[in-house]
């Protein structure tokens, strides 16, 4: 491999580091135009594909149980998700999403999301290059 190939940890470091640095003026933009933390349009999210139990929810969001029950409870309150037994076993409970929870997940996600100015900046055949190369990487 020649020197200045860099390995598969370097360029995910770098990619990582591109997205999680220049997200949190679109968290802060989430969290005015639903009004909630983060935290709970995050256990929302996950519960998009379909119920989980709270064990579930808490390991999908990489949340202790403790506070997976707080943001739980609270999302509850607020109309988002309920809890039901668990028909295949009746000593859990599922939780899913109502259609208030669908219908602020979508705002959420509707939340404008401009390209951070070092993706603005490449030229027309650097982003062309970088669609391609992201979507062999796609599943």
């Known amino acids: 491999m020649p020197d200045d190939t860099p390995t598969t940890d370097q360029v995910w470091r770098q990619l990582t580091h591109l997205v999680m640095d220049t997200r949190d003026g679109w968290?802060?933009?989430v969290v005015e135009r639903t009004g909630m933390p983060f935290s709970r349009i995050r256990i929302l999210r996950r519960l998009l594909p379909g119920p989980l139990t709270a064990k579930e929810l808490a390991r999908a969001a990489t949340m202790d149980a403790p506070a997976t029950t707080v943001v739980v409870n609270?999302?509850?309150e607020r109309g988002l998700v309920t809890r039901e037994?668990?028909?295949?076993?009746?000593?859990t409970k599922l939780i899913s999403l109502t259609a208030a929870g669908r219908e602020?997940?979508?705002d959420a996600l509707a939340t404008p999301d401009p390209a951070p100015a070092e993706l603005a900046d490449l030229t027309p055949a650097d982003l062309r290059t970088l669609h391609q190369i992201l979507r062999k990487l796609e599943h």
């Open 104 to 106: 602020t997940v979508a």
């Open 27 to 29: 968290k802060r933009a």
């Open 85 to 91: 037994i668990d028909p295949a076993n009746r000593r």
């Open 74 to 76: 609270d999302l509850e």
